[in-house]
């Protein structure tokens, strides 16, 4: 029995976007998150020997992510003004289990606005997202910290989890 075509309409709505998909809205479709992936800034030696700021996609996790899309963007107001950033996407396409993968670098003058990562994947056959937001001014070299992973012995600074409740996870 062939499967019935399924037709996707986008509704927009004040401050929101609700796709259906054939009589169901996207909030009736469950995405979960998977507990172990996360985004860091990290502020290290390029190639060109400066410090730069790079934003990184890490997989704490025993599963490898694929099909792996990020996008990014950043908001908020600069010396009173509304600032918007254009959206950036970025497919990775794999991030090994407990590995890491370069998004982006992002300019310091960008740390004093909100700056959003919107992360999809797949991992086990099954798709999960998660939004995370770095809110304004939580991107400093006096927030960061050192962890350690268990892949290839590397060190990241970035915002550490007792401030994640300003770098909102959603």
Known sequence: MPLPVVTAQIKLCINRFEPTFAGYMLKDIKVESLEGVAVAVVHELSDQMEMVWNVYAINYTQHLLYGVLVSSK????????????????????????????????????????????????????????????????????????????NCNFIKFYFVPFDLWSRVVQK
């Open 74 to 149: 950043g908001y908020g107001k600069i010396d009173g003004e509304e600032k918007t950033t254009s959206a950036l996407r970025h497919f990775l396409d794999e991030i090994p289990a407990l590995s890491y993968v370069k998004i982006e670098p992002i300019q310091e003058s960008l740390f004093q606005i909100n700056n959003e990562y919107w992360m999809s994947y797949y991992a086990e056959n099954k798709i999960y997202e998660r939004k995370y937001v770095f809110e304004p001014n939580t991107i400093a070299e006096d927030k960061l910290e050192t962890v350690s992973m």
